[in-house]
């Protein structure tokens, strides 16, 4: 079975660009959640999705960001213009419906650098 | 500000010894505890999850939690040089919504040969 994947897996831009992060869950995952690490910091919970509904978006830190999930499947993260402190790692996890609360699936993490 | 805090380390400790992980966390209305290793560059992988007081024991793996101390603990029994990796503590608070978990930084822990 195919595990969390998201691409890219590193990508550098300037500032004032656009990116767009996707994941894709494993299969049959209603829950996905993005989350962000950045440079010597712990890693912070944006948002959470519950099939293609926002579940709970109290960790999106301005609205330069935007998530969705068209469908249900697979998400987007867009970063609408980058900033140099947008960098870091940003993680996707995948979770069952009824899965045990906290117990989510992480993908590699796709890397931003903002320049 | 809910917070979870871990000695950042790094924990060195021969093969064959015990590790032991330390966290400590916040919000007292806590509810689940959880521990994910992460390798360098690869994704954090859940290892244990705790709910109640007292031990968890999962093979060479054993989770404490005390609730009254806010303090959450992970012990490594015969250290191999392949858990050489960054241990993070997890949270999930009061009143928080699924999945919405808070962490730590993170201790590495190197296991020498």
């Known amino acids: 079975e195919a595990g969390v994947t998201q691409f890219p897996s590193h990508s550098v831009i300037e500032k004032g660009q656009t990116v767009t992060l996707r994941c894709d869950p494993i299969?049959?995952?209603?829950?996905l959640y993005w989350y962000r690490r950045v440079m010597g910091k712990e890693i912070k919970f944006l948002l959470h999705f519950v099939k293609e509904s926002k579940q709970d978006e109290s960790g999106m830190p301005n609205n330069r960001f935007l998530a969705e999930r068209t469908g249900g499947t697979y998400s987007t993260l867009k970063v609408q213009p980058a900033e140099l402190e947008d960098s870091g790692v940003y993680f996707c996890?995948?979770?069952?419906?009824?899965?045990?609360?906290?117990?989510?699936?992480f993908g590699e993490g796709s890397r931003l650098t903002v320049l | 500000q809910k917070e979870v805090e871990q000695n950042s380390g790094p924990l060195s400790v021969p093969e064959g010894a015990i590790a032991s992980l330390n966290c400590t966390y916040s919000?007292?209305?806590?509810?689940?505890f959880f521990w994910y290793r992460q390798y360098s560059g690869k994704s954090p992988e859940l290892i244990m999850s705790?709910?109640?007081?007292g031990d968890k024991e999962d093979g060479r793996f054993t989770a404490q939690l005390n609730k009254a101390s806010q303090y959450v603990s992970l012990l490594i029994r015969d250290s191999q040089p392949s858990d050489s990796a960054t241990y993070l503590c997890?949270?999930?608070?009061?009143?928080?919504?699924?999945?919405?978990?808070?962490f730590g930084k993170g201790t590495k822990l190197s296991v020498k040969p």
């Open positions: 705790i709910y109640s007081n």
């Open positions: 997890a949270v999930l608070g009061y009143g928080g919504s699924q999945g919405n978990l808070i």
């Open positions: 919000d007292r209305g806590s509810q689940s």
């Open positions: 996890a995948s979770s069952q419906w009824n899965g045990v609360t906290g117990e989510l699936f």
């Open positions: 299969s049959g995952h209603d829950n």
